[in-house]
């Protein structure tokens, strides 16, 4: 209990567990949180195949926004409970992970204005608002705005980090640099070390026996879970970039929303978050894009969004947007595409849970986490 | 006038044409048929980089199905004008091709049967139709039909050689195994050959002035359009597999439409023709899918389409269906899809014009490159 395995050279032996969670991301190690929340005696591993959280996955390169726009209303209480959770409103007896600490990325009430270019219902004219960066929009063709105040910038990996953290101070095992995958009875372990060459190799497997296992691993989750249990999943998934906008923000500047696109003040500038409009094919390997014929990084899909906005937004079209040579110059990740849209879980066997977030997590994941411990005890039982 | 350059050993003199067709797929042939007939004194080259059709093209794969149903009212003159021209009823004068050859496969008034899990506005019971193969469909879940008997068959592949034949006899040049990119003042042609080892080489260049260039190559053109001529066009393309159906039909089985896919019979069984749900990213190479982790030869979106029609047609879960084992064994193409779903062109310069078909071009294709030829024809002069 409370062991943290996140090297080889600590020992471990496999004993059975009541749950093991496969993948430390947002999603998973809520769902861990929550668990242990609920049923303190629980014999919990968490693991993942990178660190924590892992560097290739979605949630550190998630928006970190909440927002309550489009959210239906059977998905407000899910998403009311995930910002009380990220504000640090939550008891802790709710499952709250209490304020972000010195060492974390700041939760801060920005605020969202949804940039128009006709008036609709709560809309103001977009003169009478300050905060805006000076040449980003043009206000001929966006010259409406309606406000959303209660939008908020968090950072999604420290939340995840404290979610761990939680878990284990409650009594979970942590374990990183192993991968992982279901089988019939549990799941096999494979540590990972790296050799002086720096190869990744495996250090050794076990056999784990668990009575409940959550598959939370991301965008990858479907296919691990289809590959080693026989299932069939219609889950997808999809390759987002977020291109840096260098204009200067502060920490007063709201999440802008306009053309499509969703502006994310970060870091003295804002990351472009573009619209995911439907699913990558399997076997797509993200390629940057060409625009009249020169290679540039962010892929074309994404370019053709942003050429979409120039007139609207026209500091697109400056080189104050970082589109890179190839593809690793622009941040980008796999998110998962949950069938419907919305963060999700689903039963695949008796024992083997698939947990996704994507592009919603940030605003509902914690609230579907939550449910899905509640039921992994009761299935548990 | 009239000559067909099929391979380099025909000596070829560079001269000014007025138009020049680059891509002798379905809609560039008929364009040429088309310009040809309204102007007959035209000197106009019609090229492909490969053969007549191109075996590597949409021309060659396309369903061959004209069907009224979805065509909206504004569409209904081309869509009229495409089946007059596949059924032989146009005269001459109005751009007919005639009756299909004995060497052509030929147009069949087979209609086309909606199957329906519910009654709707002009639906019969089932029950009533013969001509259904058995086996094919569970009459429980579809137990309504609604019938569309002008809907027909037809072999894009054919009625683009006749096109191509007549715009030769009225006048027009023809040149295969050619590269040809747009330049700002016409064209530059690659003409291809084989070494006795089998490479395919440059065996000479040659730079084209052209009046007017009508860029028809496909799901190609364009990216062939914007690297060459510095333009960004919103088109996109996807890649269509049509696995076959080993189910007996005759030249009286209908065309079926059940569960979002569509059946044409074809040689003695059906091939099966899945939706274009979206647009494949850029830097897409197809790849087969797996199913539970086995691999197969059909991509793994369009098997998620099979898995989806399974309960309402039984036939496909059988071996009837043929999967393949890798992408190459399972016919597919690329498609166009041209902003907005329907066969169309654009000015993309002074002297380029832009012909997209697509998904659409068998229902009002030949109406559209008949437009365009006016249009040209216009500008030209």
Chains 1, 2 share one sequence.
């Not at 769902?31 to 924590?52: E, I, K, S, T, Y």
């Not at 996955?57 to 899910?78: C, Y």
Request: net charge negative; aromatic share 4%.
């Amino acid at each position: 209990m409370n062991q943290v395995y996140a090297h080889v050279g600590q020992a471990f032996t496999p004993t059975p567990y009541d749950v093991v969670v496969l993948g430390a991301g947002r999603m998973g190690t809520l769902a861990a949180h929550f668990l242990m929340l609920r049923w303190p005696d629980l014999r919990l591993l968490l693991l993942d195949q990178g660190g924590l959280p892992n560097e290739e996955g979605a949630t550190i390169l998630a928006p970190g926004i909440w927002s309550g726009l489009g959210v239906p209303g059977e998905k407000r209480g899910q998403a009311d409970f995930t910002r009380r959770l990220i504000t640090g409103e939550l008891s802790g007896a709710e499952g709250g992970l209490g304020l972000s600490g010195p060492n974390d990325a700041p939760t801060l009430p920005r605020g969202l204005v949804e940039l128009l270019p006709e008036a609709a219902a709560g809309s103001v004219a977009v003169s009478t608002l300050g905060n805006l960066p000076p040449g980003l929009f043009d206000p001929v063709l966006l010259p409406y705005a309606r406000l959303h105040p209660d939008a908020l910038t968090f950072s999604p990996a420290s939340l995840t980090t404290r979610a761990a953290q939680s878990a284990v101070r409650a009594g979970a095992d942590l374990m990183l640099n192993v991968e992982a995958r279901p089988t019939p009875t549990g799941v096999e372990l494979r540590r990972l070390s790296v050799t002086n060459t720096h190869r990744i190799v495996v250090h050794e497997t076990h056999q784990l026996e668990a009575s409940q296992v959550i598959v939370a691993a991301g965008a990858g989750g479907p296919a691990l879970a289809e590959n080693t249990l026989g299932t069939v999943t219609h889950h997808a998934r999809a390759y987002r970039q977020g291109p840096r906008l260098n204009l200067p923000t502060s920490d007063a500047t709201p999440i802008i929303r306009a053309a499509g696109l969703t502006l994310r003040p970060h870091a003295g500038g804002f990351t472009v978050i573009p619209p995911i409009h439907h699913r990558d094919p399997h076997g797509y390997l993200p390629t940057g894009g060409r625009l009249s014929g020169v290679p540039v990084g962010l892929r074309r899909e994404t370019l053709e969004d942003v050429l979409s906005a120039l007139d609207a937004l026209p500091a697109l079209g400056t080189e104050a947007l970082e589109l890179g040579r190839s593809v690793s110059d622009v941040p980008g990740t796999w998110l998962a595409l949950p069938e419907g849209g919305w963060p999700c879980y689903q039963l695949l066997s008796e024992r083997h849970w698939l947990l996704l977030g994507g592009e919603r997590a940030d605003a509902v994941g914690a609230g579907v986490a939550r449910e899905l411990a509640a039921q992994v005890v009761q299935s548990g039982r």
